[in-house]
């Protein structure tokens, strides 16, 4: 039986090649794909992944080849994103604890959340789309938590990519509140390639600037003295495997990070890169 892949992708930008390079891995081997957003709402690319002549700020030079352009912008047009699934849909919001009959309302959350674990019980693996967007609406998205810890109970391989590595480390289990990649070796946008100014959102006539939180510093303390932050700083490509999760530092990582997933679900690779 083909296996079957959920991608999760923000509504307010996702960059293209970092979905584009794992979906040309997953269809090269038939896998099936099925898209989620936090609300349902299609996803887009973010105008600058789609323009070969746009330079990166931290790099100096163009990440975007004319081909990668190309088939990335086909991507973003076709119909395979029409209709993600909705996140608010499927998975149920924790209550404050300040609502009126709070007791009762978490007692329903769990109740609702318990059939989360046999939802997810068709997919083989977890994809978390990055470009700036996510740091709006996946980085500290509950939901997404959640969807998160699933995989991880049911030992299934998670894919992160860029600022959509920030979901690793935001997921946690609500009691004991440790991070999920304590101990862990993983790789993500390092503030050597961070932007200095210009981080911006689709559907937000707003100018961040940096980005609101330095990944690299968070991803550090996340995995604590027995895990490690892996930069590679001045290397072309940057991916970490350290089952269950596989992480990818960047826009060029993306192709490598698919084909990565792969060989985890494929040959069983538990350990790359380090």
């Known amino acids: 039986m083909s296996k079957k892949i959920l991608a999760v992708l923000s509504e307010y930008g996702y960059w293209g090649e970092e979905l584009l390079g794992p979906l040309v891995a997953f269809d090269r081997q038939g896998y099936g794909v099925v898209f989620a957003t936090p609300n349902g709402k299609r996803p887009q690319a973010l105008p600058p992944s789609l323009d070969p002549g746009y330079v990166d700020p931290p790099l100096g030079r163009s990440v975007t080849t004319p081909e990668v352009a190309v088939a990335a912008r086909e991507l973003d047009e076709s119909d395979r994103l029409a209709s993600p699934v909705s996140l608010a849909d499927w998975i149920p919001e924790r209550p404050y604890d300040s609502e009126p009959n709070a007791l009762r309302l978490i007692e329903r959350y769990y109740r609702e959340l318990s059939t989360l674990d046999e939802d997810i019980a068709q997919y083989d693996g977890l994809v978390i789309v990055g470009g700036s967007g996510p740091i709006v609406d996946l980085a500290n998205n509950g939901r997404v938590h959640e969807l998160v810890l699933s995989f991880v109970r049911a030992d299934k391989p998670i894919l992160a990519l860029c600022y959509g590595i920030a979901a690793l ?52 303390d996340a995995t604590g003295p027995d895990g490690r932050f892996h930069g590679n700083v001045g290397k072309e490509t940057s991916v970490i495997v350290d089952y269950p999760f596989i992480t990818a ?23 790359f890169g380090w």
């Open 249 to 271: 530092r960047s826009t060029p990582d993306s192709f490598l990070g698919g084909d990565k997933m792969v060989e985890v679900l494929e040959s069983g690779l538990r350990r």
């Open 169 to 220: 480390a935001f997921a946690r289990d609500w009691d004991d509140r440790s991070s999920i990649i304590w101990g862990k070796h993983v790789t993500g946008h390092c503030k050597e390639y961070d932007y200095k100014d210009g981080t911006g959102f689709l559907g937000v006539n707003f100018n961040m600037g940096p980005p609101p939180y330095p990944l690299e510093y968070i991803l550090r």
